[in-house]
Structures are given as structure tokens and as C-alpha cells.
């Protein structure tokens, strides 16, 4: 029997490898989708188990990396599938599997990821809204919109709860930062 050429040799390795790259891929990518979709059905939970309104101090203060903690529970698996797959960002772990879109595996394991991204996104809309609401004295507002004196914050290092005009009591020009944070 004939021994195959080294460029016919080095095809057959290049595509094992691809192979191996693309089976990597889709098992993290699906891993990815799995992570993403337990932490918002888990989060999910606490906003559909009936009509009563949210807690938010207790789903944002609940111990043991409860509450609101769950939303980002599937972070680590993005960057597990990152480092497994060689790429060092979103848009990189993108233009891989568009280089594998040829694979039917990788196309079903990309639109898991983004159904599940698409869900999670949907949950975090909920989530503001029920918070929205919780909060009847907060609507949400846009730069540059002015804001009630009486209005409660909490000051980032201390924080000590105050009404935001005591902030600007005494004081000519004041510039306030206002972050919309969860955890």
C-alpha cells in the first residue's frame, strides 16, 4: 500500500484538529447556553411564583449568594468558554464559531447561546420593572432629568442613606453620578 503524501497528511491532521476544535466549541458553547438559562430560570422564580409583590431587600440582601446574586451566577461560565476555546473575548469567541457555521453542531449550539441570552436579557427588563415598581417614588429617568430633593440614596462608600438634597445643601455647584447597580 501507498504512503500518503505529507500534504495529503497534514489535510488529515488539520482536519482532526478542526474537528477537535469544533467538538470543543460546541460543548462549551452548550455548557454556556445551560449556565445562562439555569441562572435565569432560577432568578426567574422569585419574580413568577404568584402576583405578590417582590421583596427586594430580601431577594437583594438574601445570604448564601442568593437573591440577586443569581443573575450572575453564569458569568464564570463565559470566560470558561472563553479559555477553552483560546479567545480572550465575546467578539473573538464570535468570529470563531462563524469561521465553524459550516458545522450544523455549532449553528444549533450558538442559537442555544443566544435564545438563552435573549431570555436572560428579557428577565433583566422584568427585573428592572419589578424594581421600577417596588419603588413608586423612583421612575426611571434620563440625563439630564431632575430629580426630587426627597429622594433616597445611598452614598457608595458609607453606605449611609440620605435624601440627595442634603448633598447639595450650602454647596454653589454640585455634580452628582447616579448608578443604576444591582449588587
Not at 51 to 70: A, Y
Request: proline letters at 3%; charged letters at 35%.
Amino acid at each position: 500500500m501507498e504512503e500518503p503524501s505529507p500534504a495529503k497528511r497534514r489535510r488529515v491532521e488539520d482536519e482532526e484538529g478542526n474537528k477537535e476544535r469544533r467538538e470543543v466549541l460546541v460543548a462549551s458553547l452548550r455548557k454556556l447556553a445551560d449556565a445562562i438559562n439555569k441562572a435565569a430560570e432560577e432568578t426567574g422564580s422569585e419574580f413568577q411564583a404568584d402576583d405578590s409583590p417582590v421583596d427586594f431587600e430580601k431577594f437583594l440582601n438574601t445570604p448564601g449568594g442568593k437573591g440577586i446574586r443569581r443573575l450572575w451566577s453564569h458569568v464564570a461560565s463565559y470566560e470558561e468558554c472563553l479559555r477553552s476555546n483560546g479567545v480572550g473575548t465575546y467578539a473573538e469567541l464570535e468570529k470563531l464559531w462563524e469561521s465553524q457555521y459550516g458545522s450544523q453542531d455549532v449553528r444549533d449550539a450558538v442559537e442555544e447561546v443566544l435564545d438563552a441570552e435573549e431570555r436572560h436579557e428579557a428577565l433583566l427588563k422584568d427585573v428592572q420593572k419589578e424594581f421600577v415598581k417596588a419603588h413608586s417614588e423612583l421612575q426611571l429617568k434620563e440625563i439630564g432629568d431632575a430629580l426630587p430633593g426627597d429622594l433616597k440614596v445611598a452614598d457608595g462608600r458609607t453606605k449611609e442613606v440620605q435624601e440627595i438634597q442634603s448633598y447639595w445643601e450650602g454647596s454653589k455647584f454640585t455634580l452628582f453620578v447616579l448608578l443604576r447597580h444591582f449588587g
